[in-house]
Nanobody, 125 residues
Framework: QVQLVESGGGSVQAGGSLRLSCAASGDTLTSVCMAWFRQAPGKERDGVAKISSVENTRYAGSVEGRFTISRDNAKNTLYLQMNNLRPEDTAMYYC???????????????????WGRGTQVTVSS
């Protein structure tokens, strides 16, 4: 079992930066893939970025070059550095973990077994 808790969300102006964290407890994260999703009101939950157990990464086109996903297995923590934020980045951001789900792209939220409760990111113009 893996428990995930996100933090670091907030309100920023366009062009600003935020760093999201996802602290994991329970089983070690070493062998799982991890991802960030986001969901805006009235929209589907979309994959933002993923990082494999060997730290291969992939990003949605809308965030490529602006967001960076990373993990610190020693601290059991996943990160999402978000730069040059835009109003369209406004959403609830969720971290997720699974042993196999990162093999597909785009990410399918239905394939992830473990989820955090989310952290809100609001970007004003």
């Amino acid at each position: 079992q893996v428990q995930l808790v996100e933090s670091g969300g907030g309100s920023v102006q366009a062009g600003g930066s935020l760093r999201l964290s996802c602290a994991a407890s329970g089983d070690t994260l070493t062998s799982v893939c991890m991802a960030w999703f986001r969901q805006a009101p009235g929209k589907e939950r979309d994959g933002v970025a993923k990082i494999s157990s060997v730290e291969n990464t992939r990003y949605a086109g809308s965030v490529e070059g602006r967001f960076t996903i990373s993990r610190d297995n020693a601290k059991n923590t996943l990160y999402l550095q978000m730069n040059n934020l835009r109003p369209e980045d406004t959403a609830m951001y969720y971290c997720a973990a699974d042993f196999w789900a990162c093999r597909t792209w785009p990410l399918d939220p239905g394939r992830f077994d473990y989820w955090g409760r989310g952290t809100q990111v609001t970007v004003s113009s």
